[in-house]
């Protein structure tokens, strides 16, 4: 998912099949020989153009990166990527994860509901439900016998009390050692069967509401155990809508509409299977539901865009080394710097031996050494010798480089147990010493370069034409 989110991100444009074109949805332009209709560009303008967007468009801007869209798309189908078996894999997980829910409909889930809850009416049996209130003396099941002992002794002088009259939730709260219940007077949830250990179940069923047992040993200690209410489960129109709620938040849904494919799948008799199920599935929704298609649709120009750009724009300007050398030697003068920078560590030390250390640690190696060489001879093991900051500091990203370096008044804060300070690099005056000085910067540039030279290759290999009649009426018939 994170692929297609990032894919969409960068085009801030989507596509969509194109449909038979009707009075009330004319051809808006035409992109290497396919109609895209106006409402298939209303859909994505009005998308990537909503409240909250901060570099809204207007349509006429947008016409230019709509059509730039469709041409990489088309050049992707043209290299066949839609062809790759990883594309295809990719493409119907996400397809499905839209199609599935849409397949179960609220019979289905009522039904798988009514399920549920015969089950759980099954499983409560014809005791039904059961809400108690407990006192608790704990004891050990591996403690000695004195232990037990005293545990009796309070429970029985607790049980005396309360034949006496003595309140229970009261005595509950403040003698009871079950916290949980103790802070609601000893009251426990409504419970079933196979809930409570043995020994406590036996006594609480045997009750009726406002009955108290006498005192009952468990593997927890003692108990006093009061009734305060049973019932049978309400009916099933009582807890639809909870039954429901939880279906959803455990994709119920989903768990359902994979079983009703699978069940078509068995009964065709191998005509069909899962993938062709969900490939008609996703055409019959598409055909009744515009938003479906339009996303079913990005989502599979979404993730051909991040294939072919990756390999063309993003990936290929990071890995060339020599074009990046070359695109930084002819523009070199777009990354001087109009004040200095420094180049190189700050870093703080217990010992004064370690201030010199360090410079003699990385004085012969590349700037992009530095950090490991450091790592490796100071801070290999759990003891962490000394701590640094490495870079290319303007004036403002570092307190102790704005005093040292800059001679700026600032205050800087010494770190806890480093309480010694040095820096060594230097100064650059006029720009980055190398490419590797400003790497990041370069490779979006070099990206973008590549990205205009393909983009122009695209408008004079493929045709376009827009309607411009119709774009007039686009969010205005």
């Known amino acids: 998912m994170k692929k297609l989110a990032f894919a969409l991100l960068l ?7 194109s449909h038979a074109q009707s009075a009330d949805d004319p051809v808006v332009m035409t992109v290497n020989g396919q109609p895209v209709l106006r409402s298939e560009f209303e859909y994505s303008y009005n998308k990537n153009n909503s409240e909250g967007v901060i570099d809204k468009k207007s349509v006429e801007d947008y016409v230019e990166l709509f059509i730039n869209y469709k041409l990489k798309v088309a050049a992707a189908v043209d290299a066949r ?18 199609v599935l829910p849409m397949l179960v409909t609220d019979s289905d889930m009522d039904a798988e509901a009514r399920k549920i809850y015969d089950e759980t009416v099954q499983r409560i049996g014809p005791d039904g439900l059961i809400k108690t209130a ?11 016998q004195s232990e037990w002992d005293a545990a009796k002794v309070r429970i029985d002088s607790i049980y005396n009390a309360l034949k006496n009259g003595a309140d229970f939730a009261e005595l509950a709260t403040r003698l009871s050692q079950d916290p949980g219940s103790a802070r609601q007077g000893g009251e426990l949830p409504f419970a079933q069967h196979g809930q409570f250990v043995k020994e406590y179940e036996d006594a609480a069923f045997a009750l009726q509401p406002g009955e108290m047992s006498e005192v009952v040993k468990s593997p927890f200690g003692y108990h006093i155990i009061l009734m305060k209410e049973r019932k049978q489960l309400e009916p099933f129109e009582f807890h639809h809508d909870a039954i429901i709620s939880f279906m ?24 069909l299977t899962i993938a062709s199920v969900m490939e008609q599935k996703a055409q019959d929704l598409a055909s009744k539901d515009m938003d479906m298609r339009y996303l079913i649709q990005e989502y599979h120009d979404g993730l051909l865009l991040y294939e072919i750009s990756n390999n063309l724009v993003w990936d290929k300007a990071a890995k060339d080394e020599e074009g990046l050398a070359t695109f930084f030697k002819k523009h070199k003068k777009n990354y001087a710097w109009d004040k200095p920078r420094f180049k190189g560590i700050a870093y703080h030390v217990k010992d004064q031996g370690d201030v010199k250390a360090v410079r003699n640690c990385v004085k012969k190696l590349p700037f992009e050494q530095w950090a490991e060489a450091l790592r490796t001879t100071f801070n290999a093991d759990s003891v962490i010798r000394i701590r640094v900051e490495k870079g290319i500091f303007k004036e403002g990203d570092n307190a102790y480089i704005d005093s040292v370096v800059f001679k700026k008044d600032t205050t800087v804060t010494h770190l806890k147990d480093y309480p010694i300070d040095a820096h060594y690099g230097k100064v650059l005056k006029k720009g980055p010493e190398n490419m590797a000085d400003v790497r990041g910067l370069v490779v979006a540039d070099y990206q973008e370069e590549l990205e205009k030279e393909w983009v122009a290759n695209l408008r004079r290999k493929y045709t376009f034409q827009v309607n411009d009649e119709v774009l007039k009426t686009v969010n205005n018939h």
């Open 248 to 271: 959803e938040q455990r994709s119920m849904r989903d768990k359902i509409a994979q079983q009703k494919v699978e069940k078509m799948v068995e009964e065709s008799k191998g005509k």
């Open 81 to 98: 990527y839609d062809t790759l078996s990883s594309f295809q894999k990719e493409f119907a997980q996400y397809r499905d994860q839209q």
């Open 11 to 17: 085009v801030t444009v989507t596509s969509v099949s």
């Open 134 to 144: 407990h006192i608790l003396m704990r004891a050990d099941q591996q403690a000695p």
